[in-house]
């Protein structure tokens, strides 16, 4: 099993940046694909972004591409969100959580170890 662990988040100004973290035990990190998901209050989990357990495949929500980049370091069992060009309605928890298998996927119901999310509030 794969307890993921999510840190980095925190209170930011609109147009500022943040870079969570997701690290994981389990020995083989990089068969898993990894996706990064928010909910906002009084709305649904969302999916932001995923990657592939060999991080050539990456995917975005269309509200966060080309503000979000997502990245991974399989050798430190770590994957990131670099999120850049905050906006208020970014606000939210974010969650990662990795699917048990290598192939990237956006649909929230194909993974199965979630973190306990981290909260990211942007500020105006």
């Known amino acids: 099993q794969v307890q993921p662990v999510e840190s980095g988040g925190r209170l930011v100004q609109v147009g500022g940046s943040l870079r969570l973290s997701c690290t994981a035990s389990g020995r083989a990190f990089s068969s898993y694909a990894m996706g990064w998901f928010r909910q906002a209050p009084g709305k649904e989990r969302e999916f932001v972004s995923t990657?592939?357990?060999?991080?050539?495949?990456?995917y975005y929500s269309d509200s966060v591409r080309s503000r979000f980049t997502v990245s991974r370091d399989n050798n430190k069992n770590t994957v990131y969100l670099q999120m850049n060009s905050l906006k208020s309605e970014d606000t939210a928890v974010y969650y990662c959580?990795?699917?048990?298998?290598?192939?990237?996927?956006?649909?929230?119901?194909?993974?199965?170890?979630w973190g306990q999310g981290t909260q990211v509030t942007v500020s105006s």
């Open positions: 990657i592939s357990g060999s991080a050539i495949t990456a």
């Open positions: 959580a990795f699917r048990r298998r290598p192939d990237a996927s956006s649909e929230l119901s194909d993974y199965v170890d």
